[in-house]
């Protein structure tokens, strides 16, 4: 599992970030090197696989991501493709850029339980330009390789 960062003091300051191109500084998360973010552990998801255009988390459905009628909580699902797909985005930037989420989307194909196993979400870019990054997400069962939900997003890539 990952380190996750405890305090805003651990988290990885913007100018460090900026010296990093995006896939050095996701990857230095990959790999340990920096903090995972606490939403990572809050919502129990972890970077598993990062590369040039590509994310992945994978996470496990808990009880604590329950809504009220016993399945899991559909901003569980939209955490997990924005950070995915998100993520995907950042890869492709040079050092000095950044990004925010604009806006995504989801679609929810079938319900998740707290008892249904691990999940990956996986991200992958479609396009990345200078001011814009768009990219598309599923979450996919770990053990019965069923989509559970899709997703895209589009990105604001902005100077540090």
């Not at 399945?71 to 930037?93: E, K, N, R, Y």
């Not at 806006?103 to 249904?116: C, D, G, H, T």
């Amino acid at each position: 599992m990952p380190k996750y960062a405890q305090s805003l003091e651990e988290l990885a300051k913007p100018e460090q970030i900026a010296a990093m191109s995006g896939l050095e500084f996701i990857t230095a998360i990959q790999r340990g090197e920096l903090p995972a973010p606490p939403i990572g552990e809050t919502l129990d998801y972890w970077m598993e696989e990062a590369s040039e255009g590509r994310v992945v988390f994978r996470g496990k459905p808990t009880f604590k991501a329950m809504n009220p009628i016993g399945t899991i909580h559909g901003g569980w699902f939209g955490t997990l493709l924005d950070s995915c797909m998100a993520c995907a985005v950042q890869t492709t930037l040079p050092a000095g850029r950044g990004y925010t989420t604009l806006e995504y989307k989801i679609n929810i194909i079938r319900p998740l339980f707290a008892n249904s196993g691990e999940v990956r979400a996986i991200g992958e870019v479609t396009h990345a330009g200078r001011r814009t990054g768009v990219a598309e997400g599923r979450i996919v069962g770990v053990d019965d390789g069923k989509t559970y939900a899709t997703g895209s997003t589009t990105c604001l890539v902005y100077q540090f």
